[in-house]
């Protein structure tokens, strides 16, 4: 089969598009021929060698490429309930130190990273979800805000961003999203009560006029750190996305960081709910898996609403 792997890290130009032998499942695991892989930022750094710099991959001579998967069930591994061939899935890969990633014809997963996949979602579209839907139910859980409570939401038009708006206001939770001057529409639509400019001198100033006395909690999908931080009341709770993000907990804030683990149940829950159309999945647009590279530079240039996916 193909894959896409790095040998060395770099920019773009050093993923290849290499034929592997087809992985076979072992106990408790899945094998998925897959549809349709989706391209985010953890693909880039990655690839970068950002990771491995930090510490979190031991280093290896191959590396794979991509955590969301959609496509169908084509093995099963011993031990293995719920699942079968022919059944369309949606998963996610969250292992760094592995020779083989989502970025390839096949990929072989633990049967709980797994889900099924309502067939009115497509496998394009549900490639978007995993990693980002994820990360944003697993931040709202980490902050752990009551019915009622105000959450401030960055980089709120983004991916992961795009998801706590609408799963926050599904939780009742009344959302200030910052983002875009002309990303207004979009996070209303998506469930905000009140739009924070992502041009905003003094993001707290802002929110707090909003909010008196600050938010109960924010999640900041857009890193902003301590300047996201003065929005949020003493006491309250602070969730960064991404490790090295998060600010010291000033004001007895409860400030966490989320890191994704792979939860089937819980993206069960999120492929249903886009299954009925209450969970909005957004496809910037669809290469072919050997136009990888290219993915990677266009998510470099940044503007993208919504995520890039390959086709293999």
Do not use: C, K
Not at 55 to 79: C, F, K, Q, S, Y
Not at 80 to 86: D, Q
Not at 173 to 188: I, P, T, Y
């Amino acid at each position: 089969m193909r894959a896409v792997v790095v040998r060395e890290f770099g920019g773009p130009e050093v993923l290849e598009l290499v034929e592997v032998a087809l992985p076979e499942p072992g106990r408790g695991q899945v094998r998925v021929r897959v549809a349709a892989a989706g391209v985010n930022p953890v693909d880039a750094v990655t690839r970068a060698g950002v990771l491995a710099a930090a510490g979190l991959m031991a280093p290896r001579a191959v590396t794979g490429i991509g955590w969301d998967a959609a496509g169908v069930v084509d093995a099963v591994g011993p031990g293995v309930t719920g699942f079968a061939p022919g059944q369309r899935v949606v998963g996610l890969r969250d292992r760094l130190d592995v020779d083989l990633g989502a970025y390839a014809d096949h990929i072989v997963l633990d049967a709980g990273a797994l889900a099924p996949l309502p067939a009115s979602v497509s496998f394009e579209r549900a490639a978007t979800l995993p990693l980002n839907g994820l990360t944003a139910l697993q931040a709202l859980d980490l902050l752990a805000l009551p019915s009622g409570s105000t959450v401030l939401v960055t980089g709120a038009a983004g991916a992961v961003g795009g998801f706590a708006v609408e799963l926050a206001a599904r939780r009742g939770l009344r959302v200030a999203a910052l983002a875009g001057e002309g990303d207004e529409a979009l996070v209303r639509a998506l469930g905000a009560e009140w739009f924070v400019p992502r041009t905003a001198g003094d993001v707290a100033a802002v929110v707090r006029e909003l909010v008196p006395g600050g938010v109960d909690g924010a999640v900041d999908a857009a890193l902003l750190g301590v300047r996201a931080l003065g929005a949020v009341r003493g006491r309250g709770a602070f969730v960064a996305v991404a490790g090295g993000s998060e600010p010291v907990g000033l004001r007895g804030i409860r400030v966490a960081n989320v890191w994704i683990t792979a939860d089937g149940p819980a993206l069960a829950g999120l492929a249903a709910l886009a299954g009925t159309g209450r969970l909005t999945l957004r496809v910037a647009d669809t290469l072919p898996l050997e136009r990888a590279g290219q993915a990677h530079e266009r998510l470099a240039a940044g503007g993208l609403r919504g995520r890039l996916v390959l086709t293999p």
